[in-house]
């Protein structure tokens, strides 16, 4: 058994902390533990939607679409995501909202991994 070793799935996992399954939120000494990136697995049913826009953002994202089709809206313009594996990157300073257009199932990867910053409830 090695303890640098973490095997799961993300669908389950996912469930635990909004969807998080690595970053700075997990316990030290857990293999998703990271001060460098977050990574989630969002499931998003038709009409879900980001309660509030995204103001301030510290970080760098890539969302990509797994299944679905999903809206995220930035500063001027709206990116729709259609066909799997379709992604949006938005950089620092960038702030978004999100509204899932079908039932919807997509990656997002964050980074740095913000301590204070970038809690499980963050969308």
Known sequence: MNDSVYVGNAGKDATLDRGWLLGHFKNAGDPRHSDSVE???????????RPRWVRGEERTALLVLIRGRFRV??????????????Y???????GHSWFAEEES???????????????????
């Open 105 to 123: 199932v997509v990656l997002t990867v964050r980074w740095p991994s913000v301590p204070g910053y970038a809690e499980p409830t963050d969308g």
């Open 39 to 49: 990574i989630k697995w969002g499931v998003h049913p038709r009409g879900d939607e």
């Open 73 to 86: 809206e930035l500063p001027g313009r709206s990116v729709v995501l259609a066909e799997e594996g379709d």
């Open 88 to 94: 949006v990157v938005w950089g620092r300073g960038v």
